[in-house]
Structure formats: structure tokens, C-alpha cells
């Protein structure tokens, strides 16, 4: 029930756009202070990468599948 207002739904999914940025952040940060990114950046880039839109992408398409399919 908290997914029916379009606005709460809108303010979660840009919420999650900004977790994305951060986890964004957070990962290559991280693998910066262990020394991993410098052997292999390129591939370090795209997990992080991926980690950071699949992550929140999920969190938003189980909120927009409850706005549009609950009753």
C-alpha cells in the first residue's frame, strides 16, 4: 500500500538514483585504497559500473511493479 501514490514512488526511485551515485563512488573508492584498480581499471570501472545502476535499478522496478500492478 505505501507504493500507491505516484509521488512516493517518484521520490523512492530518485532516492535510489543517488544510492547509485554513491555505491558508484563507494566501489571504485575502495578498490583505489586496496590497490586493484591500477592492475585492472578498465575491467574495475565496469563492475563498479554495473554493481552501481543494477543495484538500485532493481529496488526501483520492485516499487514501479507494485504501483502499476497492485490493487
Keep these: 500500500h ?15 538514483v543517488f544510492l547509485g551515485l554513491h555505491l558508484s563512488h ?5 578498490m583505489k585504497s586496496l590497490g586493484v584498480a591500477r592492475a585492472s581499471s578498465g575491467y574495475i570501472k565496469l563492475l563498479g559500473n554495473l554493481y552501481s545502476v543494477l543495484i538500485p535499478s532493481g529496488f526501483c522496478l520492485i516499487a514501479i511493479y507494485h504501483h502499476l500492478f497492485s490493487n
Design 2 to 16: 505505501k507504493f500507491n501514490n505516484p509521488i512516493r514512488v517518484i521520490v523512492y526511485c530518485v532516492s535510489f
Design 26 to 30: 563507494g566501489f571504485s573508492s575502495s
